[in-house]
């Protein structure tokens, strides 16, 4: 195990000990709201820049020379592992599978990742990175949730509904299952090779999750789930973040995923959520990005309302409620950040 002193104050809060200050990164932080990822853009494809390691390190660390985030998370695509696993994955400009996968014969056909092999570019960015940020500073791995890299598989691409999706996991139960399975399998091992490259904390993104009722949920996810995490859990010690965007009415089963860290979106008061997952719980969370084009005064009261929200949790990461939009001002994030490490200066010594 870490050495509790050696930890950033990132992973303190992550495990509930003493901190600081309540730490704070933001989803999508490293992206289009900033003009310095602009500019680089101009000069370089998504994809090129996604799986050239020292570009990739360049953007994901331009959020962290601008602000005094206290974590760093990898620019990277959830999507990137699909095509390691024999799924050639386009952009236009959202992702699109030519071949969605709708029949156990193409279930068969999806390999298992080994992300050393097919995904060394990520890896490697997570060692820049790493290695150019300074050690109080946390760096953090992540992959889409197994149910959502399924939803694009079986859709062939991005949807409201998903319902190509929600109705392969009813007609074809098994080789939904089956799956599901080389997904956990697979992010599981991609989780712990990010881990293994230098991340400090590895986080679940399940964007689409929030379609399914409770009892879809227990049937279809859950259970991949527990594995997918008890998978990471036995490999390394690092913090699991686990985010169901939308999911509010889920709580009751999520909390029996032994993870780290649990991330609510802007929909669920952090205190709500707070007493459905436990006493020990820890949230990260959960400012609604629209409140950044609110005035400064009214975007300072946001901040202090989730703050007050999450008094008596066992520990709080500091995060909008779902990804930054892009046309947001930076200065409303220097705002944001300054703000939540004044408030909570010296609150959890």
């Known amino acids: 195990m870490n050495d509790h002193a050696s930890l950033t104050v990132f ?18 932080q490293a992206g289009r709201y900033l003009p310095e990822y602009r500019a ?3 000069e370089v494809d998504f994809l090129t820049a996604t799986k050239t390691p020292e570009i990739a390190a360049r953007i994901t660390l331009q959020p962290m020379e601008r602000f005094p985030l206290d974590a760093a998370i990898l620019f990277s695509d959830i999507m990137t592992p699909l095509e390691a696993m024999g799924v050639p994955v386009e952009f236009a400009p959202g992702p699109v599978i030519q071949e969605p996968v709708r029949s156990a014969v193409q279930v068969a056909r999806i390999r298992e990742l080994v992300p050393e092999e097919g995904m060394p570019f990520v890896l490697d960015t997570i060692r820049i990175v790493r290695s150019e940020l300074s050690a109080d500073r946390a760096v953090i791995g992540f992959t889409g949730a197994p149910f959502t890299l399924f939803c694009y ?5 991005g949807s409201k509904e998903f319902m190509w999706a929600r109705r392969f996991l009813r007609e074809e139960p098994e080789a939904a299952g089956a799956l599901l399975d080389v997904l956990g399998r697979s992010m599981a091992r991609y989780m712990v090779a990010q881990a293994e490259a230098g991340a400090n904390a590895v986080m679940l993104f399940d964007s689409w999750v929030g379609l399914l009722g409770p009892a ?3 049937r279809f996810v859950l259970p991949v789930l527990k594995r997918t995490v008890a998978e990471i859990r036995a490999s390394t010690d690092r913090p699991i973040i686990y985010f169901a965007n939308g999911g509010a009415t889920l709580l009751e089963a999520v909390k029996e995923l032994e993870v780290d860290v649990y991330g609510i979106d802007w929909t669920l008061p952090l205190s709500r959520a707070g007493a459905t997952l436990g006493s020990s719980a820890v ?8 409140a950044l084009f609110a005035s400064e005064e009214d975007l300072r009261a946001s901040i202090d309302a989730v703050l007050e929200e999450a008094k008596g949790l066992a520990g709080h990461v500091f995060n909008l409620g779902h990804g ?4 947001t001002d930076p200065d409303r994030v220097a705002l944001l950040v300054d703000h939540v490490h004044e408030r909570t200066a010296g609150s959890f010594a």
């Open 11 to 28: 992973e303190r809060a992550c495990r509930g000990l003493p901190r600081a200050h309540t730490p704070i990164w933001v989803m999508r």
């Open 40 to 42: 680089l853009r101009e």
């Open 153 to 157: 598989l079986v859709e062939g691409g």
């Open 216 to 218: 879809e949920y227990r």
């Open 283 to 290: 949230l990260q969370g959960n400012l609604d990005p629209a």
């Open 324 to 327: 930054i939009n892009r046309h």
